[in-house]
Nanobody
Framework: QVQVVESGGGSAQAGGSLTLSCSASGPNKFLSACMAWFRQSPGKEREAVAALNTYLNKQYYSDSVKGRFTISRDAINDTLYLEMTSLKPEDTATYFC?????????????????????WGQGTQVTVSS
């Protein structure tokens, strides 16, 4: 099992920046070798925004955040980050961190919500214009 805990949400003005953190703890590190950030706004489906395959050191971004968000992982602290810059009001959402082993998480599947077993409780990000 993996326990996933997000932190760092809050409020920002449009054009500003926020950084989210996510810790994934458990005895089997391979179960969190692939991690992703998803977000959900009221009335909308949850969508993937960024993912990271630790083994390949490969980052993935949705078109809506590419060039503005950066996903990274601190191996020492085993913490995943999402640095969000040039924030827009449409980035307002609850952001969720998810973890899973990389087995079967190909480029085509890494953004699929149903592939992730371990989820955090979410952290709210609000961007005002």
């Amino acid at each position: 099992q993996v326990q996933v805990v997000e932190s760092g949400g809050g409020s920002a003005q449009a054009g500003g920046s926020l950084t989210l953190s996510c810790s994934a703890s458990g005895p089997n590190k391979f179960l969190s070798a692939c991690m992703a950030w998803f977000r959900q706004s009221p009335g909308k489906e949850r969508e993937a925004v960024a993912a990271l395959n630790t083994y390949l050191n490969k980052q993935y971004y949705s078109d809506s955040v590419k060039g503005r968000f950066t996903i990274s992982r601190d191996a020492i602290n085993d913490t995943l980050y999402l640095e969000m810059t040039s924030l827009k009001p449409e980035d307002t959402a609850t952001y969720f961190c998810a973890a899973e082993s990389c087995t079967g998480l190909t480029d085509e599947r890494i953004f699929l919500e149903r592939r992730y077993r371990f989820w955090g409780q979410g952290t709210q990000v609000t961007v005002s214009s």
